[in-house]
């Protein structure tokens, strides 16, 4: 092998490491972040595919209370990235499939907008108190917070509506003005 396609392979391997080195830290998957640099990143279907531990009803209902919770997080795929969680975790399977079950038992998907936040904005109430001791208190807290992850770490909430511009030295940080927020 010639130095110069030695150096060239050294390089790519070095490249490679480095964007596995940073996907922790990056929020997007390795292929967009190391893509970008190489061509266009690969084009991903919107439709993720049917969920892989919810049944359809369960994950129609965990995608409606997501949405109340964050407006917009079904279109970030947030039940999608729930689904993938709670899989891979047997504490969250107990969590979710008692919650979703006590959710499917009330005809949730049935009641209207108003009926469904007067279940679930008590609920929310008591765990910002830090009440967690009910299975519907475990079930609304660990939902709330894997929306919220899962949508802030999404080209949805990070970029577009928090304005993440990526790893970038600012030679001065804009002034926070207390009447935006």
């Not at 084009?43 to 049917?50: I, L, Y």
């Not at 009926?115 to 519907?136: F, H, K, N, S, Y």
């Not at 208190?137 to 929306?147: L, P, V």
């Not at 304005?163 to 600012?170: A, D, E, M, T």
């Amino acid at each position: 092998m010639s130095e110069n396609a030695y150096d060239d392979g050294r390089r790519e391997t070095i490249k490679i490491i480095g964007a596995i080195g940073i996907q922790c830290a990056f929020p997007f998957a390795g292929d967009e972040l190391y893509g970008q640099h190489q061509h266009p990143a690969p084009t991903k279907s919107a439709d993720p595919g049917p969920p892989k531990f919810f049944n359809p009803e369960q994950f129609s209902i965990l995608s409606r209370v997501s949405e109340l919770i964050i407006p917009g997080a079904t279109k970030a795929q947030v039940p999608n990235y729930i689904d993938l969680v709670v899989r891979n975790n047997e504490m969250h399977k107990k969590t979710y499939g008692d919650g979703l079950s006590w959710l499917a038992a009330k005809k949730f998907l049935s009641l209207s907008e108003a009926e469904q936040l007067a279940i679930l904005e008590p609920l929310c109430a008591q765990v910002d108190r830090g009440e967690t001791t009910t299975m519907e208190q475990k079930f609304f807290r660990a939902t709330k917070n894997m929306t919220a992850d899962g949508y802030y770490t999404s080209r949805a909430g990070l970029v577009e509506d928090l304005g993440y511009l990526g790893n970038q030295v600012l030679a001065e940080f804009p002034e926070c003005k207390l009447d935006e927020h």
